[in-house]
């Protein structure tokens, strides 16, 4: 059975750092990027950052690059995100997907015959 487990959200101050996990079971992701997206309330969901094990590439949201870092351990299908300098606007639900891909400069899930996966996500709160 296929599953996508995230970990590792909290509540935090700003300036602080946490490192989120997703635990993935029943498939390798070395055909498409995986990924991570989020979710404010009565916000619209987000592509955060997601990377490829074919060739390394990643990607950034423009609101957090230079603060977030993505990183995946293929042997272990896990893939992490670092967030460092956290900010009051970083306070959202976060979830792991697979598989995504980036279309016209924007995160998507991508539609496929195996299908996509999502986690059931963590929370991650930033007090000012």
């Known amino acids: 059975e296929v599953q996508l487990v995230e970990s590792g959200g909290g509540l935090v101050q700003a300036g602080g750092s946490l490192r989120l996990s997703c635990a993935a079971s029943g498939f390798t992701f070395d055909d498409f990027a995986i990924g991570w997206f989020r979710q404010a309330p009565g916000k619209e969901r987000e592509g955060v950052s997601c990377?490829?094990?074919?060739?390394?590439?990643?990607y950034y949201a423009d609101s957090v690059k230079g603060r977030f870092t993505i990183s995946s351990d293929t042997a272990q299908n896990t893939v992490y995100l670092q967030m460092n300098s956290l900010k009051p606007e970083d306070t959202a639900v976060y979830y792991c997907?697979?598989?995504?891909?980036?279309?016209?400069?924007?995160?998507?899930?991508?539609?496929?015959?195996?299908?996509?996966?999502w986690g059931q996500g963590t929370q991650v709160t930033v007090s000012s």
């Open positions: 990377i490829s094990s074919s060739d390394g590439s990643t």
């Open positions: 997907a697979y598989p995504v891909s980036v279309v016209y400069g924007t995160m998507v899930v991508v539609t496929t015959a195996r299908g996509d996966y």
